[in-house]
């Protein structure tokens, strides 16, 4: 084997061995395996959260692929409606043209042609993250079998009655011109203004004050409201507003929905601007008066003065404030912070505008939805999670899922000259089944449905529905969906809904709910603050001015460029090293604690790629030590000696903890256990106690340690596979035939299985005390600043027999671990001289200390050590005294900069202490 690990020379060589030799593909007759993937976007690059969840799954397929059971992993990508449609509209825009001068259909090719050509980088990206997904069985939301499972959803939902189009109120895109979901529309906190406007009563008797943010709205409102219960108001309900600008005459209404704290009590009400206010112009059967346009621009209404007409609605909002204090009808305006809802894509402000669309009725689909969780045919994990989806549930509203695009599933509906509307799978359906002739002209609805849609028959159009296929019939249900909690309402509960309705049952039996990555400081990861993390960059690394220069691309604000720039100088001065795949894995699995968001921290994947040399170099430690030696089975009867008998315990401790916590979706709990058996257990205690038998003088003991070396070192391997796949394929290729294994790959191995009758409590005590004694030892060393290597003089003393006779069984293994010099006893009663101590249980392991140390030179290093830190504390001390750096640090950095004072303090505790032992000796 190499010296050092590299895992550049093996990664892609192994994963194109895997994909080429179809070792993704649901195989053998063991019980059935599913997930299916979250189709990314097809214009998508792997981010972080990819990243994370996509180890999860894999982990899991691994697992399960491992114990025998067939695994079907499905791949996919979504085609994205509006961000695609974007992508190849602004490669238009470059050759200034636009897709109206295209037309419909030449728009649609060229979004195809760039998929065929641009739309494969995040596949390649799961590739490289070692994702073992089917790609023979990769599926796009606009292939053809998709596209009919869509159209044959569409149709049967129309004629059970629950799709229908209508006038209603939806998040609209002033830039895009189109319907969006509440996920695309991200709302942030921005300073604006709230208008105190006086609304005259139509009879002269005075005049109420209203407040609202939006005052160009005011030229739709319909109603004044005020609560039933206040007193101020009660006799003006039932009475008429003289609506300023336009002169329509709107009553003041009552209504539970109006708080009589805020503002004056009485509120505007824009049914078509506003989803509050539309929900009380339904209660009220008030007019829906929509008084802008597409573009959000003021539209031409008969009773909107004409200087409005046209004014884009930032225009109108200053003009009709500038005339509503020329009128004396502004009573204030005063400084307020409110939720402003941009369009994630577009950055523009939302408006909430009534258009026609096409909605589902999603209550009746959402009853058995609700139950399925209810009685336990599926389960959410964490658990908690189900009180957010029935919160959501119990109160569902109808579903817009219509998009005014031209890339997606157009939706299957024609009409004639009179607007009558006809539904079917094709046009020559609607005509054959209406009886409509070629002489009646027939319209296609010019929109596409919602992407939301047609992912909600991921799990079964991804298995051939409508077709009865045999991959349906042995992967529907899934076994569990690995998802983020925020797109629980958009996607999860929807694909519920949908299995139960097409396929009679639940999905999935269980969602696996993780959290979000954040960055080391717990803020979320956005490219704004520059603290976004690519996968790749992590696993490949990448130069300092090739970082700065991905971070701050597409920045506008030249400020913001700059700051961006200069914090990633200052986190990363040489850039950011190459880490590999398997360290940046174990890292998301060990911080994967259940729905809990993670705090990312490149120290911690520097720590694992540490990890992986150390089973690295373990490895060869184990080829040197066994490659052409004897290997032979041992005789009947040889009894092994106690390391081996040690880690052979340990080694069904670590294979049960393991399986648990897979189990139990506890990835952070077996990565620990793992790290914890690899690092400490193996690789520090095994392999030292391993040497002393391979260098003794008995050829069977030798034989029995290189044979535990080897088989445990193989398990070991398929044990942490599943999260670290490359580096345990390849060392497991070298090591397989010297533990008599047999196969191509790691991948289709057995997975390892706890064997209760090799646990030995007994010797794991016994090795225990062992180890604290050698640990005693080291301490002392450490403490006295003792060179590791130099044979020490130990005496020991006891009032247990039981010890004495511990040490005399271990004393070889003890002399040579702990390198001493010589192992003497005294007697209970007798006096030790000056000496270190550690105490294992009643036992003294006493090391003198005369003729040891250079008793003045470690006195000064000790009285410099002191001052240093006696430097620094009052610094740490002052700044957590301050209260200013307490308000305005991140808490994190607090909470670091505490912990920080905490370990300065105990180390001048153990610094004074060690002053005062050696002073003694002078």
């Given amino acids: 084997m190499e010296k050092t690990y590299e895992p550049h020379a093996i990664e892609k060589a192994w994963y194109r061995r895997w994909e080429d030799s179809g070792y993704f593909a649901p195989a053998g007759d063991g019980p059935a395996y599913c997930i299916m993937i979250p189709p990314p976007n097809v214009t998508g690059s792997l981010h972080m959260g990819h990243a994370f969840q996509d180890t999860i799954m894999d982990t899991l397929i691994r697992y399960q692929r491992m114990r025998g059971c067939r695994t079907l992993w499905q791949a996919g990508t979504d085609h994205a409606g509006i961000a695609t449609q974007m992508v190849v509209e602004r490669q238009l825009a470059q050759q200034e043209k636009s897709r109206h001068d295209l037309g419909r259909e030449a728009f649609v090719a060229k979004v195809w042609e760039w998929k065929h050509e641009s739309g494969g980088t995040i596949t390649q990206q799961l590739r490289r993250m070692g994702a073992s997904l089917d790609w023979t069985r990769e599926r796009f939301t606009m292939d053809e079998g998709l596209s009919e499972a869509v159209r044959e959803v569409f149709v049967r939902l129309f004629e059970k009655g629950l799709i229908y189009r209508g006038k209603r109120l939806v998040n609209w895109d002033p830039v895009l011109h189109t319907a969006v979901s509440d996920l695309e529309v991200v709302s942030q906190e921005e300073s604006g203004h709230l208008w105190h406007m006086r609304y005259p009563l139509a009879d002269g008797s005075g005049h109420l004050v209203v407040a609202t943010t939006r005052p160009e709205t005011m030229l739709g409102d319909t109603a004044v409201a005020v609560n039933p219960d206040d007193d101020r108001y009660r006799h003006l309900v039932g009475k008429s507003i003289r ?37 009380i112009g339904v209660r009220h059967g008030l007019p829906m008066i929509n008084v802008l346009d597409p573009s959000a621009a003021i539209l031409p209404l008969a009773d909107i003065p004409e200087r409005y007409h046209g004014l884009d609605r930032y225009e109108a909002r200053d ?5 509503l204090n020329e009128l004396g009808l502004m009573e204030a305006i005063v400084d307020h912070k409110l939720m402003v809802p941009r369009g994630d894509r577009t950055g523009v402000v939302i408006e909430p505008l009534l258009t026609d669309q096409w909605f589902v009725k999603a209550r009746p689909l959402a009853e058995p939805a609700i139950a399925a969780v209810q009685d336990g045919r599926m389960r959410f994990v964490p658990d908690n999670w189900k009180n957010t989806y029935f919160q959501w549930m119990n109160n569902i509203e109808d579903w817009c899922i219509s998009r005014q695009i031209w890339w997606g599933h157009r939706i299957p509906a024609w009409y004639d000259a009179d607007g009558e509307v006809y539904v079917g ?8 089944s209406h009886g409509l002739g070629p002489d009646v002209a027939l319209r296609q609805d010019d929109d596409v449905l919602d992407t939301w849609f047609s992912s909600a028959l991921w799990p079964f159009s991804t298995l051939g529905w409508p077709e009865r296929t045999p991959e349906l019939a042995t992967f529907y249900p899934g076994s569990v969906l690995v998802t983020g909690f925020d797109i629980i309402f958009f996607w999860v509960a929807r694909m519920i809904m949908m299995g139960i309705e097409f396929m009679g049952d639940v999905p999935f039996h269980e969602v696996y709910i993780h959290g979000l990555v954040r960055d080391a400081e717990g803020q979320k990861m956005s490219k704004s603050k520059g603290n976004v993390l690519d996968p790749i960059d992590l696993i490949d690394g990448i130069g300092i001015d090739a970082l700065v220069a991905k971070r701050t691309q597409g920045l506008m604000q030249p400020q913001m460029a700059a700051r961006i720039e200069k914090q990633t100088r200052k986190d990363y001065p040489d850039g950011i090293p190459s880490f590999g795949t398997d360290a940046l894995r174990f890292t998301f699995a060990s911080l994967a604690s259940t729905g809990r968001d993670i705090r990312f921290d490149l120290k911690r994947v520097e720590g694992y790629r540490n990890f992986c040399n150390k089973l690295w170099n373990a490895a060869r430690f184990v080829m040197m030590n066994t490659e052409g030696q004897d290997l032979a089975d041992l005789p009947p009867g040889t009894a092994l000696g106690a390391p081996d008998r040690w880690i052979l315990s ?22 620990q256990a793992l790290y914890d058996f690899v690092w400490s257990e193996y690789c520090d205690w095994y392999l030292e106690l391993a040497k002393i038998e391979l260098q003794g003088d008995d050829p069977l003991s030798a034989r029995a340690t290189r044979r535990t070396l080897v088989g445990v070192l193989e398990a070991t391997l398929r044990l942490i596979h599943p999260i670290m796949p490359f580096v345990s394929e390849e060392i497991w290729q070298r090591v397989a035939p010297l533990a008599g294994k047999t196969g191509a790959t790691i991948m289709l191995q057995p997975y390892p299985e706890a064997e209760p009758a090799l646990v030995d409590p007994s010797i794991e005590h016994e090795l225990a005390w062992l180890m604290e004694v050698v640990m005693g030892v080291r301490r002392i060393r450490g403490e006295m600043n003792i060179a590791p290597g130099r044979p020490l003089p130990v005496l020991m003393q006891s009032p247990q027999g039981a010890d004495r006779e511990r040490v005399e069984r271990h004393r070889r293994t003890i002399e040579s671990v702990a390198r001493l010099e010589a192992i003497v006893w005294l007697e209970p009663d007798a006096q030790a001289p000056e000496a270190a101590m550690a105490l294992v249980g009643d036992m003294k392991v006493l090391i003198p200390l005369k003729g040891l140390i250079d008793v003045d030179a470690e006195l000064v290093r000790l009285d410099k050590e002191i001052a240093r830190i006696g430097k620094e504390l009052p610094r740490l001390e002052g700044k957590l005294s301050d209260d200013s750096f307490i308000a305005k640090a991140p808490p994190a950095v607090v909470e670091k900069e505490r912990l920080r ?18 002073g003694a000796l002078r």
């Fill in 243 to 279: 609506l300023p600008l336009t002169g329509r005459e709107i009553p003041v209404i009552a209504d539970d929905y109006v708080d009589p704290e805020f503002g004056s009590g009485c509120v505007k009400i824009t049914p078509a601007h506003d989803f509050n206010d539309y929900a």
């Fill in 425 to 432: 799978l094709s046009e020559d359906a609607v005509r054959q």
């Fill in 901 to 918: 004072l905490r370990d300065l303090q105990a180390s001048l505790s153990e610094l004074e202490a060690q002053k005062h032992k050696i």
């Fill in 650 to 671: 340990r080694l069904q401790r670590v294979t049960q903890a393991v399986t648990d916590a897979i189990g139990s979706y506890r990835f952070d709990l077996a990565a």
């Fill in 319 to 323: 003009r009709i404030v500038h005339d």
